[in-house]
């Protein structure tokens, strides 16, 4: 009954172990995710900045460009 029991307590041990890498995992599988979304969501917001510069820029350039020197 004592091999038993130790062989048990063993086992609880293994998944125990387990456990605690798994969430040791977990939690930094989360840091990274958000990491990312952060990034994502700077990235983002200067594609849109960037985007609204640019339709500004064609918006301001009412007038023909000038054709270029060797015609």
């Not at 985007?51 to 007038?63: K, M, V, Y």
Request: hydrophobic share 30%; proline share 7%.
């Amino acid at each position: 009954m004592s091999d038993e029991r130790s062989d048990y307590a063993a086992r609880l041990d293994t998944l125990e172990t387990l456990i605690a890498h798994q969430d040791r995992t977990i939690a930094e599988l989360n840091d990274v995710i958000t990491s990312q979304w952060r990034k994502i969501d700077i990235l983002e917001r200067q594609v849109a900045q960037l985007r609204e510069e640019f339709q500004n820029l064609g918006a301001s350039r009412d007038t023909p460009e000038p054709p270029p020197p060797h015609y």
